[in-house]
């Protein structure tokens, strides 16, 4: 099953886009070594976002759908200023409360999957 991930509104200013390379590395003699990517994906994104200031039912709505993924669920979700929607799977989540208000906020970590 995947989810179709729409928010109550985009999220917050400050998104991190992080990529770790797939390289496969063979080292010959004399100390010199070759590398080639691994495979043709070898270069998945992470991303972490961030929704802050939503309200309790929306901070809750978006909680729960991607915390009923279980981390093992695809997730299809457009970046902002992305053209396309891609899938993904939540590697971590968490909600705040802030210290007044009845605001929330919820942060998850996503990492590219392909198909």
């Not at 080292?27 to 994906?41: T, V």
């Not at 270069?43 to 991607?66: G, N």
């Amino acid at each position: 099953m995947t989810l179709a991930l729409n928010p109550p509104r985009p999220p917050s200013v400050g998104m991190n886009v992080d990529v770790q390379f797939a390289v496969r590395r063979i080292k010959f003699g004399d100390g010199y070594s070759e590398d080639s990517p691994e495979g043709i994906n070898s270069d998945p994104e992470t991303v972490t976002l961030t929704w802050a200031s939503l309200t309790t039912a929306e901070a809750t709505a978006l909680y729960d759908a991607i915390k009923a993924t279980m981390g093992a669920e695809r997730i299809i979700y457009a970046l902002p200023d992305d053209g396309a929607a891609r899938l993904w799977v939540c590697t971590r989540l968490s909600k705040t409360y802030p210290k007044r208000g009845d605001r929330r906020g919820v942060r998850a970590t996503f990492e590219e999957r392909v198909l």
